[in-house]
């Protein structure tokens, strides 16, 4: 069987054996996909690179050990979201450290700069917290909740079912409610302060 039709477990276990080509197969069957994905979480054209090429290498290492197990897109997939996080992340904090003092608007509705820093924070976290997720939870949290994409879409991404992309969504949400549940309005309120504020109103 030419190498091309050949099934992704079998290209993997030829990878893992030493065939170089076998890797590169799988990354020519994907590369649309896997660069789509990179795409849309760049900023610029450059930096969807940086992504592909860095979660491509890690999904190598990985490959070669013998560690891939189940689908190769969808572990693939899984990598390009983690790098991407980590590489956005990177480009945040170098535009954090170089940005220009400016100043502050007098609209009401524009952030000052300690809302900014709150907002930064929050986004953070959240980033954070959808990286901690179990690898196939995170990706279809993020496919989904993030990318806008249906549950088809997100089950043809993932190689598995529609099913079972809710249930990976339904795992994940809780997950992330219960971690970011502070985040919630309101949430820091203690029940002295909300009796205080209810008889505030009554």
Same mark, same amino acid.
């Given at each position: 069987?030419?190498?091309?039709?050949? $099934?992704?477990?079998?290209?993997?276990?030829?990878?893992?054996?030493?065939?170089?080509?076998?890797?590169?197969?799988?990354?020519?069957?994907?590369?649309?996909?896997?660069?789509?994905?990179?795409?849309?979480?760049?900023?610029?054209?450059?930096?969807?690179?940086?992504?592909?090429?860095?979660?491509?290498?890690?999904?190598?290492?990985?490959?070669? +050990?013998?560690?891939?197990?189940?689908?190769?897109?969808?572990?693939?997939? *899984?990598?390009?979201?983690?790098?991407?996080?980590?590489?956005?992340?990177?480009?945040?904090?170098?535009?954090?450290?170089?940005?220009?003092?400016?100043?502050?608007?007098?609209?009401?509705? %524009?952030?000052? $700069?300690?809302?900014?820093?709150?907002?930064?924070?929050?986004?953070?976290?959240?980033?954070?917290?959808?990286?901690?997720? $179990?690898?196939?939870?995170?990706?279809?949290?993020?496919?989904?909740?993030?990318?806008?994409? %249906?549950?088809?879409?997100?089950?043809?991404?993932?190689?598995?079912?529609?099913?079972?992309?809710? +249930?990976?969504?339904?795992?994940?949400?809780?997950?992330?409610?219960?971690?970011?549940?502070?985040?919630? $309005?309101?949430?820091?309120?203690?029940?002295?302060?909300?009796?205080?504020?209810?008889?505030? *109103?009554?």
């Amino acid at each position: 069987m030419l190498a091309r039709l050949a $099934p992704d477990d079998e290209l993997l276990a030829a990878y893992a054996g030493g065939d170089d080509s076998a890797f590169e197969t799988l990354y020519k069957r994907y590369r649309r996909r896997l660069w789509g994905l990179a795409k849309k979480m760049a900023w610029d054209y450059q930096q969807a690179e940086d992504i592909l090429v860095e979660a491509m290498s890690a999904v190598a290492v990985q490959a070669r +050990r013998g560690a891939i197990q189940g689908s190769f897109i969808g572990y693939s997939l *899984t990598a390009v979201h983690h790098r991407g996080l980590h590489v956005l992340e990177r480009r945040n904090e170098r535009n954090a450290r170089s940005a220009v003092q400016l100043k502050v608007s007098l609209v009401a509705d %524009t952030p000052n $700069p300690e809302q900014s820093l709150i907002r930064r924070g929050v986004r953070n976290e959240v980033a954070a917290a959808l990286d901690d997720l $179990p690898a196939n939870e995170g990706t279809a949290v993020y496919l989904v909740d993030c990318q806008g994409m %249906t549950y088809k879409e997100a089950a043809a991404a993932l190689a598995c079912s529609e099913a079972t992309v809710k +249930r990976r969504l339904r795992e994940g949400r809780r997950t992330l409610a219960i971690r970011l549940a502070h985040l919630r $309005p309101g949430a820091g309120l203690s029940k002295e302060d909300e009796g205080e504020s209810e008889g505030a *109103t009554g």
